[in-house]
């Protein structure tokens, strides 16, 4: 598929959610969810196992291609080396005790992305101006709305499994009609409110090389620019993947960088996970044919941020 940047606009004012949920709404698609959903998808914990699907913050996957991010850093600031030396017993009571830091960019490993990540030229979701996120942060559509909001029915398309690969090539894009195929085949159905998570084997591929050359910012399998549409027919709370963006890379146009993302975020006001780890939640799935689960993710409450580390967890 190629197309230009008019294809870009027009896509854009198709799915757009603008005004649907109210001139000030800030949490777009999260609004398919209704209490109601919630409920139904507590009712799906069966046996009681959960999975993580947040990767290492170990894992080194950045390479400062996009934003300058870094790996995230972990630093202690006190330990039980200080504690056994006697450092921590002066002068006077003392507490012997462990303590630490991370410094690390919102978005170098498992997160969400805010609406105000991406702007489709200077607007964001709902029409909201551009401008409104400046040095201090997030005026509108920061990730603290979304706070209380990520939590209820999930869904794995193993896409991967589905092909009978280990992963996706680089620079294969998912189509409307892999997504169908694959819920059909996992007799799963995608519903309105749901959180879906897409598998594609790319960041396993990585793990299990021990390399994470080209992982951030770098070639990829991913959703293909049509799912767009997709998406807004199905009314989905949000996309996920266990790549680095989301999309496809190469990009399908040379007119914009991260097309899909100029869609599906400033227009339809999708939640978008990235970098989720999906391996043992697939293996399970697999082995009990069940591919749906209680969800429940939430970011951290940071004011005006553009996006939140988080460790989601798919209950079975």
């Not at 680095?244 to 339809?268: F, L, S």
């Not at 409450?301 to 580390?309: E, I, M, T, V």
Request: aromatic share 10%.
């Amino acid at each position: 598929m190629s197309f230009d940047r008019q294809a870009i606009y027009d896509a854009a004012n198709e799915v757009s959610n603008w005004g649907r949920w109210g001139e000030d709404d800030q949490i777009g698609t999260l609004n398919n969810i209704e209490p109601s959903d919630v409920i139904a998808a507590g009712r799906l914990i069966r046996k009681g196992r959960t999975f993580s699907l947040a990767l290492s913050l170990k894992e080194p996957i950045q390479s400062g291609l996009f934003g300058g991010r870094w790996n995230p850093i972990h630093t202690m600031l006190a330990t039980g080396t200080d504690a056994v030396a006697g450092n921590q017993d002066a002068p006077g009571p003392y507490l012997r005790y462990a303590d630490d830091a991370i410094n690390m960019p919102c978005q170098a490993s498992t997160q969400w992305d805010a609406l105000c990540h991406i702007f489709l030229d200077d607007k964001m979701y709902n029409g909201y101006d551009a401008g409104l996120v400046d040095a201090k942060g997030a005026r509108k559509l920061g990730i603290e709305h979304v706070r209380d909001k990520m939590v209820g029915r999930g869904v794995l398309l193993d896409i991967a499994r589905f092909k009978g690969l280990s992963s996706l090539a680089d620079g294969y894009a998912i189509t409307s009609a892999d997504l169908d195929a694959c819920a059909t085949s996992q007799n799963v159905e995608i519903r309105k409110g749901d959180f879906v998570i897409v598998r594609t084997g790319h960041q396993e591929r990585c793990l299990a090389s021990g390399s994470w050359e080209g992982y951030a910012g770098g070639d990829a399998p991913g959703l293909g620019f049509e799912t767009c549409f997709w998406l807004r027919n199905k009314d989905v709370a949000a996309i996920c993947t266990d790549t680095w963006g989301c999309e496809v890379r190469p990009n399908e146009t040379k007119d914009a960088n991260q097309p899909w993302h100029w869609v599906v975020i400033p227009a339809m006001g999708i939640s978008m996970g990235e970098i989720f780890y999906v391996k043992e939640l697939a293996e399970d799935c697999a082995q009990d044919k069940v591919y749906e689960f209680f969800f429940v993710a939430p970011p951290l409450h940071l004011p005006g941020g553009a996006g939140s580390p988080i460790n989601p967890q798919a209950i079975k």
